[in-house]
Nanobody, 114 residues
């Protein structure tokens, strides 16, 4: 059974930082492409960043130079370091494993507000 468990969300002021974590089980993590998506209220879910098994990364234009995706294969965990957060980054952030038909975590809320 595949499980993706996100953590690290919370309330932060504009300009602040957060690091999200996603612990995976039930997949061969080392060979899996992992991704972070987000969904703001009233909007469609959007791709934020991806990382391949070879550590090739890709980012949405809106987060380039502010967010960094990384992975630790020994811990079967993918991270999203978010710096210089803006109010428009407020959303539920979801971890995604691109395995089979895809697997999703339950999401973690990130709120950027003063």
């Amino acid at each position: 059974q595949v499980q993706l468990v996100e953590s690290g969300g919370g309330l932060v002021q504009p300009g602040g930082s957060l690091r999200l974590s996603c612990a995976a089980s039930g997949i061969i993590f080392e060979t899996s492409t992992m991704a972070w998506h987000r969904q703001a209220p009233g909007k469609q879910r959007e791709l934020v960043a991806t990382i391949t098994s070879g550590d090739i990364t890709n980012y949405a234009d809106s987060v380039k130079d502010r967010f960094t995706i990384s992975r630790d294969n020994a811990k079967k965990t993918v991270y999203l370091q978010m710096n210089n957060l803006k109010p428009e980054d407020t959303a539920v952030y979801y971890c995604n494993a691109r395995v089979g038909f895809g697997h999703w975590g339950q999401g973690t809320q990130v709120t950027v507000s003063s």
